[in-house]
């Protein structure tokens, strides 16, 4: 992974890890998803608990949640369906008014609800670090690609 990526997913760990003990309960994963969709029922936060949760200690570490992040589903989706569902969950949470892109400001609002502190300017330079086709936007496609560009220059380098 991009150490700027990687960077950027320890910070939303951070913020999802109100305690600070270095590993997200379900109860910390809860707040932030109902923060981000308040219809969001308790059976689906522990449904996305026991998909991230590989070791099933209960917490999501770190390691955990960078490889949840970047797809590394870990062996389980053969055809690449579950790695694609969850990228495309991930999308539709950023994808704030649903038009198949993810804008700036739609970055900017989703990073604030986290408590991020990232300008409209920082995330207008997220976004065109990533904007293959320069339309000022991320779609799915280029999500993926980032995605999938970032799980892959991780490499070996994760121990």
């Known amino acids: 992974m991009a150490e700027g990526s990687e960077k950027e997913v320890e910070k939303v760990f951070n913020r999802i890890d109100a305690d600070g003990d270095g590993k997200i309960s379900e109860s910390e994963l809860k707040g932030v998803v109902k923060a981000l969709d308040s219809s969001v029922s308790q059976e689906e936060v522990g449904m996305m608990m026991r998909e991230m949760d590989k070791d099933h200690n209960g917490f999501v570490d770190l390691k955990e949640f960078t490889e949840f992040q970047c797809g590394g589903g870990g062996g389980r989706s053969e055809g690449g369906g579950e790695v694609e569902d969850e ?3 991930a999308f539709k949470m950023y994808d704030l008014d ?9 970055l900017h609002l989703v990073l604030k609800k986290l408590g991020d502190k990232s300008s409209i300017g920082d995330c207008a330079r997220m976004i065109k670090s990533v904007d293959s086709d320069g ?3 991320v779609s799915f496609e280029e999500f993926k690609k ?3 560009k970032g799980s892959h220059e991780r490499g070996q380098s994760s121990s």
Do not use: F, P, Q
Request: aromatic share 0%.
């Open 146 to 148: 980032m995605m999938n």
């Open 87 to 89: 990228l495309r969950d």
């Open 98 to 106: 649903k038009d198949g892109v993810i804008s700036a400001k739609e």
């Open 135 to 137: 339309d000022g936007c």
